[in-house]
C-alpha cells in the first residue's frame, strides 16, 4: 500500500489540482515504513492521476477536488479520502488506523482565478 498525501511545509495541501508536491508513504503490515517528499513537476489536476498511479499509489489524501480529479482517480484504481485539513504525517497515520475525519462529499467547483481552497463544499 502506497498512501499519498497533497502536500505543503508539512500540511495537507487544501488544493488536489495546484499541488506541488505529495508526501508518500510507504505501508506493510498496516505501519508506515517509507516517506518521501516527491515533486508533481508541474503536473496539473489531469495529469496527477497518472503521475500517482506511475508511483502506485493506492490511497490518496487531500483537501478540495474537482469532479474531473475524481473520476480520473477511480480510474487509476486510487481510493480517495478528501475534505482532510492538518498534518500530513497524522493524517496518513490516522488513515491506518481507521480514524481519519474526511468528508467524501467535499468537492471544489470553482477554479477561477483569486480561488480560496478554503472555500470547499460538501454539497450541503
Do not use: W
Not at 505543503?8 to 508506515?32: P, R, S
Not at 487509476?76 to 497515520?93: C, K, N, S, W
Amino acid at each position: 500500500m502506497i498512501i499519498a498525501v497533497t502536500y505543503e511545509n508539512g500540511q495537507v495541501f487544501q488544493h488536489f489540482g495546484h499541488t506541488g508536491a505529495f508526501k508518500l508513504y510507504g505501508v506493510e503490515h498496516e505501519a508506515i515504513t517509507t516517506t518521501q517528499v516527491v515533486g508533481t513537476e508541474g503536473s496539473g489536476h489531469g495529469a496527477l492521476a497518472g503521475f500517482l498511479r506511475e508511483r502506485s499509489v493506492t490511497h490518496l489524501i487531500c483537501g478540495g477536488i474537482g469532479a474531473a480529479a475524481r473520476t480520473a482517480l477511480a480510474q487509476a484504481g486510487i481510493r480517495l479520502y478528501p475534505g482532510v485539513t492538518g498534518e500530513a504525517d497524522q493524517a496518513a497515520a490516522a488513515l491506518l488506523s481507521g480514524t481519519l475525519a474526511y468528508d467524501p462529499d467535499t468537492s471544489c467547483a470553482h477554479h477561477e482565478e483569486g480561488h480560496s481552497c478554503g472555500e470547499h463544499s460538501s454539497g450541503h
